[in-house]
């Protein structure tokens, strides 16, 4: 079956504090993995994606994930998160079977940088 | 800010009534998808829509319909409310076959 799983569901940590949000996958396809980012009352926005290539992305703010295909996981990494981070985080999967290149989403991670 | 504006914002229905949502794709886009995300959850794969047809479907019932139209704008049309209906309603727009989909800040859907 095809499925993704976030393990945390809410990850508090002080600002400036290292942070790993983990994501896993299940898939007998070939996938594409995204992280996305949710703020309150607010839509998603794509933070950083792996399609193919160089198996370590990052984003603009900092943000860096890991694809391991032995491990079938998709950490999310900030070596120093700010207050500004605080957000809902959902990882995200394409199974390459699927013709309409849907997105399957875990059950998302609430980050809460603290003072 | 990605350029897919949804409409409305908030809406409060009932039990048992109809409801609309629309979405404006991005310019250049000719794909519509729509996703269903409960409170405390991660969004599920409502449908997708291309050349006005139905391209791809997740696990919801027919009660669910949507429509795009020439210009890919896209409704979600739901039948039959039920409060578990309740959620916030995503729209996103890609090019067909691209990984990359860009979303609509969504309609918060109330059921009473």
């Known amino acids: 079956a095809q499925s993704v799983t976030q393990l945390d569901s809410q990850v508090p940590v002080f600002e400036e504090a290292p942070v790993e949000l983990r994501c896993n996958y299940s898939?007998?396809?070939?996938?594409?993995l995204f992280w996305y980012v949710q703020y309150p009352n607010q839509g998603l926005q794509l933070l950083l994606k792996?399609?193919?290539?160089?198996?370590l992305v990052e984003s603009i703010n900092g943000f860096e994930a890991e694809f391991n295909k032995s491990q079938t996981s998709f950490h999310l990494r900030k070596p120093s998160v700010h207050i500004s981070d605080t957000a809902e985080y959902f990882c995200?999967?394409?199974?390459?079977?699927?013709?309409?290149?849907?997105?399957?989403f875990g059950s998302g991670t609430q980050l809460t940088v603290l003072p | 800010e990605t350029g897919v504006t949804q409409s409305p914002t908030h809406l409060i229905k009932t039990r048992g009534q109809q409801v609309t949502l629309r979405c404006s794709s991005q310019?250049?886009?000719?794909?519509v998808s729509w996703y269903q995300q409960a409170l405390g959850q991660g969004p599920q794969f409502i449908f997708q829509?291309?050349?006005?047809?139905?391209?791809g479907r997740g696990n919801f019932p027919p009660r669910f319909s949507g429509l795009q139209f020439p210009n890919y704008s896209s409704e979600l049309n739901v039948n039959a409310l039920e409060l578990d209906d309740s959620a916030l309603y995503l729209c996103?727009?890609?090019?067909?076959?691209?990984?990359?989909?860009?979303f609509g800040q969504g309609t918060r859907l109330t059921v009473v």
């Open positions: 310019s250049g886009h000719n794909t």
């Open positions: 996103a727009s890609s090019l067909l076959g691209s990984t990359e989909a860009f």
């Open positions: 792996y399609l193919s290539g160089s198996t």
């Open positions: 995200a999967v394409i199974f390459a079977s699927g013709s309409a290149r849907q997105l399957t």
């Open positions: 829509y291309y050349r006005e047809e139905e391209n």
């Open positions: 898939s007998s396809v070939s996938v594409y």
